[in-house]
């Protein structure tokens, strides 16, 4: 049995975003009627609905990050056959990091803009990598080295778990400790125009 869908009571399951410039102004009116006599929304390019100030922090922030990761590849280079300790020590770090920066972002700081698209899309996201990790375990299978590259794919899988869960806990410490100074001295601190 087919449920009609076309009818006056669907909703759109779309989000909707709306600039600073939007906000104020009256609402757009709705495009030219469906043949079925619904108007159809307007719609914009996906590119438009994004702020440029947000794309230009992942930006700067990927190119930020890629670049500490190259330099460290570079400092510390991994021989061929043994275990890839840089690329290990850059995600598991990169797990922690971005655990330990999602708590002041969303329960410490107030709202913020930019901080979570530079350092957690665009500087952590670069900073760590996928890719890298399954190429020196590929290497590793490729030259026999079997205990080696399952160490590399299940340590590294359970190490950045684990540095994950010490960076929510760490965070959500300093978050219980902050509530106890506001609470004794009567005030919240404040802030910065880096949290804004």
């Given at each position: 049995m087919r449920v009609d869908e076309s009818g006056p009571e669907r909703e759109s399951r779309e989000p909707t975003y709306i600039s600073d410039a939007e906000s104020d102004a009256e609402?757009?009116?709705?495009?030219?009627?469906?043949?079925?006599?619904?108007?159809s929304p307007s719609r914009e390019p996906f590119r438009?609905?994004?702020r440029k100030g947000v794309l230009a922090a992942v930006a700067l922030g990927g190119v930020l990050g890629g670049s500490a990761r190259y330099?460290?590849?570079l400092t510390f280079p991994t021989p061929r056959g043994t275990f890839p300790l840089t690329t290990f020590a850059i995600n598991v770090s990169g797990s922690f990091l971005l655990a330990l920066l999602l708590v002041?972002?969303?329960?410490?700081w107030p709202p913020t803009r930019y901080v979570r698209p530079f350092a957690g899309v665009g500087f952590l996201g670069a900073f760590t990598t996928f890719s890298t990790w399954m190429v020196d375990t590929d290497h590793l299978l490729g030259h026999?080295?079997?205990?080696?590259?399952?160490?590399?794919?299940f340590g590294s899988l359970f190490a950045g778990l684990a540095a994950t869960v010490l960076g929510l806990a760490i965070g959500r410490m300093a978050l219980a400790r902050r509530v106890r100074l506001a609470a004794r001295?009567?005030?919240?601190?404040?802030y910065g125009w880096w949290v804004r």
């Amino acid at each position: 049995m087919r449920v009609d869908e076309s009818g006056p009571e669907r909703e759109s399951r779309e989000p909707t975003y709306i600039s600073d410039a939007e906000s104020d102004a009256e609402p757009e009116p709705r495009g030219e009627p469906e043949p079925g006599g619904e108007p159809s929304p307007s719609r914009e390019p996906f590119r438009s609905r994004l702020r440029k100030g947000v794309l230009a922090a992942v930006a700067l922030g990927g190119v930020l990050g890629g670049s500490a990761r190259y330099v460290l590849g570079l400092t510390f280079p991994t021989p061929r056959g043994t275990f890839p300790l840089t690329t290990f020590a850059i995600n598991v770090s990169g797990s922690f990091l971005l655990a330990l920066l999602l708590v002041y972002v969303l329960e410490i700081w107030p709202p913020t803009r930019y901080v979570r698209p530079f350092a957690g899309v665009g500087f952590l996201g670069a900073f760590t990598t996928f890719s890298t990790w399954m190429v020196d375990t590929d290497h590793l299978l490729g030259h026999g080295h079997y205990a080696v590259a399952a160490f590399n794919v299940f340590g590294s899988l359970f190490a950045g778990l684990a540095a994950t869960v010490l960076g929510l806990a760490i965070g959500r410490m300093a978050l219980a400790r902050r509530v106890r100074l506001a609470a004794r001295h009567g005030r919240a601190r404040r802030y910065g125009w880096w949290v804004r």
